[in-house]
C-alpha cells in the first residue's frame, strides 16, 4: 500500500461528489480485460484486490482509487522479423522489389495477427486525492502514466481542472542552494547519498550514488556551473525520498517508526482494515511533508500568473 513514488497535482474548481456518487462515477469505468484486437486499456479497479470490490475507500477525507492498466507486449524485433520474411517471399516468388507501401501494409497485417498472441502485461497505479486540501497523488514511476490516469479520472467524472504543483522557487535552484550552503538547509532536512548533477551547457549529467553529498568534489562540481536537478533528502522522523527538478518525488522509503506503528495496528487479520490503516497512516506523513517540502521552496506559485522564480 505504501506509495513510491508522487507526481502532485493542485486541483482547481473540484467537483462536489459524495464517496457513493463517485463510486458510482468509477463503477462506469471500471476496468475489463482486453479484447482479443485490443493493444491496451486502462479502468479502475479495486485497491484492495481480491480482498474487497470497492472502488472507492474515503477516510477523513483522503480518498484512494486504483487504476489497472493492461498493454499486450509485441516486440519490434518479432514484428520486423515477420515482415522482413514474408517481403523476401513475395520478392522471390514475383521477381520484384516491394515497394515501401506494400512493405507498411504487410506490417500492419503482420501486427494485426500477431497482437492476439501478444503476452500481456498488467500494471496497478493508485491514485490519492486529497479532497481537504484539493490535492491529487499519483503513485507512479513516469509522468507519462499519471497524465494518463489523471485522463481516465477526466474522463470518469466528465471534467477534471488539474495542473502540476509548483513551488516559488524552482527546485533545481533550492536544491543546489541546500547543497552547495549547509546553513541554508532548513533545520530537519537531511542530505541523503545520491544526487544528479547538470551543467548549464551540454556537458551531459552527472550522476552519483552513496556518495558523501557534502565531500570537497561536490563542492567543486557546483562551483563549475553544475546544478541538481535531482537529490536525496530526508525529513525527520518521516521519510526519506528524491526530489526531481520538476518537482516529482520517488524512491520513497517511511520512516522506521511510522511502518512499526502501522504494523503494530490491531487489524484482526482483516486485509481491507490494513489497507486503510496503512492509507490513512501514510496520506498524514506525506500530507505533512508535502507542506514543508512547499513551504521550504517558497510556498506554492499562484495560479494567478505568478512564475517560479530561476
Known amino acids: ?15 462536489e461528489l459524495d464517496a457513493a456518487s463517485l463510486e458510482t462515477a468509477l ?37 484512494l482509487m486504483t487504476a489497472l492498466r493492461q498493454e499486450r507486449i509485441l516486440p ?31 506490417k500492419e497485417q503482420v501486427y494485426e495477427e500477431l497482437l492476439p498472441r501478444a503476452f500481456v502485461r498488467s500494471q496497478k497505479v493508485d491514485l490519492w486525492w486529497d479532497s481537504r486540501r484539493q490535492l491529487i497523488a499519483i503513485n507512479a514511476s513516469s509522468r507519462t502514466r499519471a497524465e494518463e490516469l489523471l485522463d481516465l ?13 509548483a513551488s516559488q522557487t524552482l527546485p533545481m535552484r533550492a536544491m543546489t542552494t541546500w547543497l552547495g550552503d549547509p546553513g541554508e538547509r532548513p533545520a530537519d532536512l537531511v542530505l541523503g547519498d545520491q544526487v544528479e548533477l ?12 552513496q556518495v558523501d553529498l557534502d565531500s570537497d568534489e561536490i563542492q567543486q562540481l557546483l562551483e563549475s556551473g553544475r546544478q541538481a536537478s535531482k537529490l536525496a533528502l530526508s525529513i525527520e522522523g518521516r521519510l526519506s525520498f528524491v526530489l526531481h527538478d520538476d518537482l516529482a518525488i520517488k524512491s520513497l522509503r517511511f520512516d522506521d517508526a511510522l511502518i512499526d506503528e502501522a504494523s503494530q495496528t490491531d487489524d484482526g487479520d482483516d486485509a481491507l482494515v490494513r489497507l486503510e490503516t496503512d492509507f490513512i497512516l501514510m496520506t498524514q506523513a506525506l500530507a505533512e511533508s508535502i507542506e514543508r517540502l512547499i ?13 517560479p522564480s530561476a
Open 153 to 165: 479520472l477526466r474522463e470518469t467524472l466528465g471534467s477534471l481542472k488539474v495542473t502540476p504543483l
Open 1 to 15: 500500500m505504501w506509495f513510491k513514488h508522487l507526481h502532485l497535482y493542485r486541483l482547481h474548481d473540484a467537483p
Open 295 to 307: 513551504e521550504w521552496l517558497g510556498g506554492e506559485a499562484g495560479s494567478a500568473g505568478d512564475a
Open 198 to 209: 547538470k551543467a548549464k551547457a551540454d556537458d551531459g549529467v552527472l550522476r552519483a550514488r
Open 76 to 106: 519490434a524485433s518479432v514484428v520486423r522479423e515477420e515482415v522482413e520474411e514474408r517481403s523476401e517471399a513475395i520478392e522471390v516468388s514475383e521477381g520484384r522489389k516491394l515497394p515501401r507501401k506494400e512493405k507498411l501494409a504487410i
Open 27 to 63: 463503477g462506469e469505468q471500471a476496468f475489463r480485460p482486453l479484447g482479443g484486437s485490443e493493444a491496451r486499456r486502462l479502468g479502475w479497479s479495486a485497491p484492495a484486490g481480491r480482498a474487497g470490490t470497492q472502488l472507492l475507500h474515503e477516510l477523513q477525507g483522503q480518498r
